[in-house]
């Protein structure tokens, strides 16, 4: 995988945001925009994983608690989805935390409160996306 292959394919998954967004519109549940991109995904030939379960570690310890991640796409970008008016810092944390755990090179913040997504979605990378190949 490259880092030209990867961002392509983010492209794509927010054309499918995109699509569900104009069709739905703001103001639903979260979970109605997670069912409907997952089936969006799924219609266009990905490979999707919801609500991920991610255990917790910390010195060797298993917590008993897990984080779960919304969209986990072709194993490589995980989506972080929200529905609400305002972003704050900590969603960004989120995901990047899923992002480090999974060793996922992207993730995609996609908010659906909003008019327009493509001005509102966040792409974010990390050391795996850097160390991918350009071409």
Same mark, same amino acid.
């Given at each position: =995988?490259? %880092? %030209?292959? &990867?961002?392509?394919?983010?492209?794509?998954?927010?054309?499918?945001?995109?699509?569900?967004?104009?069709?739905?519109? @703001?103001?639903? #549940?979260?979970?109605?925009?997670?069912?409907? #991109?997952?089936?969006?995904? #799924?219609?266009?030939?990905?490979? &999707?994983?919801?609500?991920?379960? /991610?255990? &917790?570690?910390?010195?060797?310890?298993?917590?008993?608690?897990?984080?779960? +991640?919304?969209?986990?796409?072709?194993? #490589? !970008? +995980? !989506?972080?989805?929200?529905?609400?008016?305002? =972003?704050? @810092?900590?969603?960004?944390?989120? $995901?990047?935390?899923? =992002? %480090? $755990? /999974?060793?996922?090179?992207?993730?995609?913040? !996609?908010?659906?409160?909003?008019?327009? !997504?493509? %001005?509102?979605?966040?792409?974010? &990378?990390?050391?795996?996306?850097?160390? $991918?190949?350009?071409?």
């Amino acid at each position: =995988m490259t %880092k %030209k292959q &990867v961002t392509s394919l983010s492209y794509e998954i927010i054309g499918c945001a995109i699509k569900v967004h104009r069709a739905l519109g @703001p103001g639903l #549940l979260e979970s109605i925009y997670e069912a409907c #991109l997952k089936y969006e995904l #799924l219609k266009n030939g990905f490979e &999707v994983k919801q609500q991920v379960f /991610l255990p &917790v570690y910390y010195d060797e310890f298993l917590m008993g608690t897990n984080l779960r +991640v919304d969209l986990y796409v072709n194993n #490589l !970008i +995980v !989506i972080e989805l929200k529905a609400i008016e305002n =972003m704050l @810092p900590g969603h960004e944390a989120q $995901l990047l935390t899923y =992002m %480090k $755990l /999974l060793r996922a090179p992207q993730g995609l913040l !996609i908010n659906f409160f909003t008019d327009n !997504i493509t %001005k509102s979605f966040k792409p974010f &990378v990390n050391d795996y996306f850097r160390e $991918l190949e350009e071409h």
